[in-house]
């Protein structure tokens, strides 16, 4: 396949961050705000919290759709500071995404592209099927592993700072055009007819 034919299909963009930054944050904030303008923005994003006993912090992974929660970090106990990722939990969460692609979806957002990612494990055939769909798709990339991702993405995907305002332009240049689908739904039974403001009664004596 040439580049030409590429191209068009890699409406990629990826938050570049410093380890253990607060962006994932940014992600879901950014998706509530597209969510609320009326477009469709499934996906995954992460919450960390502080977590009791050796475990420095628990992760989870929360469904954008209707908020399930998956936990992929398990605890190694007394005297570990860090958490191991649950493939398992992983490999769970990863259905959220393929059923974003067999909806009608406008964006598609991956928490991260994250360790397992690097190694063509957890989320990346999911990300790759969305890619290949030509399905718009948000996730976030630490710097250590800049490198690894722009070798999969063949370095077109566009590398984005953590900043509604950039956020914002790159979504400009990818999101469908026309009325947000979820805003159609509001008027299912008008056939997309111009809207016609309704005048009041007139009162009569």
Known sequence: MSEDEVVPLLKIGAIVRPPESGVPDSLEGFARILQGQGYFVRGLVQRNSAANGGCTCTRTLVDLDNGQHFRISQDLGIGSNCCRVDTQAVAEASSVLRRAMETETDLIIVNKFGKLESQGRGLMDEIMAAVSQGIPLLTSVEIPLLERWREVTCGIAQELSPGCG???????????????????????????QPFQRMEPIPETS
């Open 166 to 192: 950039a956020l914002m332009r790159w979504w400009d240049g990818v999101r469908p055009r026309g009325v947000p689908r979820s805003s159609r739904l509001l008027r299912p039974n008008q056939n997309d």
